[in-house]
C-alpha cells in the first residue's frame, strides 16, 4: 500500500505562482511513475493528467501547461513537486498526485487551487 499526499494549493491572483507538493509513504520503492492531475470544477468533468515523471528521470508535459508549469522530484524519496508560473483563472481546480505500482495507482485527496482575475 502506498499513501499519498498533496499540499500547497491556495488563492491567488491571475500571473502569480504556486508551488504544490506530493509525498508519499509506505511501499514506496516500487513506485516507478509519479503524475500531477486536476480536475477543474463543473458537472462531468475528469481528472486531466498535467505532468509524469517516470524512473525520476524521464518527464512528459501535457500540452495545455507546457512553458507554464515544472515538475521536480526525488527519485528515493519519491516524491513530486509542481511548480505552477503565470497562473491563469482557467488553472482553478482540484489537483491530485498519483503514484503508479505497475497497474495500480494511487491517489491523494487532493489540493484546491483558485486563481482570481
Known amino acids: 500500500q502506498v499513501q499519498v499526499v498533496e499540499s500547497g494549493g491556495g488563492l491567488v491572483q491571475a500571473g502569480e505562482s504556486l508551488r504544490l507538493s506530493c509525498k508519499t509513504s509506505?511501499?514506496?520503492?516500487?513506485?516507478?511513475?509519479m503524475g500531477w492531475y486536476r480536475q477543474v470544477p463543473g458537472p462531468g468533468t475528469q481528472r486531466e493528467l498535467l505532468a509524469t515523471m517516470t524512473g525520476g528521470v524521464n518527464i512528459h508535459y501535457a500540452d495545455s501547461i507546457k512553458g507554464r508549469f515544472t515538475i521536480s522530484g526525488d527519485n528515493v524519496k519519491k516524491t513530486l513537486d509542481l511548480q505552477m508560473n503565470s497562473l491563469r483563472p482557467e488553472d482553478t481546480g482540484v489537483y491530485y498526485c498519483n503514484a503508479r505500482i505497475i497497474a495500480v495507482g494511487y491517489w491523494g485527496q487532493g489540493t484546491q487551487v483558485t486563481v482570481t482575475s
Open positions: 509506505g511501499d514506496i520503492s516500487r513506485i516507478y511513475i
